[in-house]
């Protein structure tokens, strides 16, 4: 099974940038999807930002513009790029892995706090 450990959360003022990290272990292998979600406590877990073995990308209609997915697939490991950050950007991030396409197993990372604020 896949693990996933996550980095890059913390406190950033209103327009600054983070960077998140998602390294995946216990696997020698080339995921299908790696992607990010995000909750507030009391709302739905929320897709951010997906990307396939492909290279195809998809973002909410939130942030685009101001995130940016990417993955090195010899590190097994997936980023978000997070600029022009706003407070209601404020979450717990979570890395998401889809190892096999047409498989119903997913992984999920431990989450990451990313909070915006003065």
């Known amino acids: 099974q896949a693990q996933l450990v996550e980095s890059g959360g913390g406190l950033v003022h209103p327009g600054g940038s983070l960077r998140l990290s998602c390294a995946v272990t216990?696997?020698?292998?080339?995921?299908?999807?790696m992607g990010w979600y995000r909750q507030v406590p009391g709302r739905q877990r929320d897709v951010v930002a997906t990307?396939?073995?492909?290279?195809?990308?998809d973002y909410a209609d939130v942030v685009k513009g101001r995130f940016t997915i990417s993955r090195d697939n010899a590190a097994n490991t997936v980023y978000l790029q997070m600029n022009s950050l706003k407070p209601e950007d404020t979450a717990v991030y979570y890395c998401?892995?889809?190892?096999?396409?047409?498989?119903?197993?997913?992984?999920w990372g431990q989450g990451t706090q990313v909070t915006v604020a003065a």
């Open positions: 998401h892995v889809k190892p096999i396409k047409w498989s119903y197993a997913v992984a």
């Open positions: 216990g696997g020698n292998f080339v995921p299908y999807m």
């Open positions: 990307i396939t073995d492909g290279g195809d990308i």
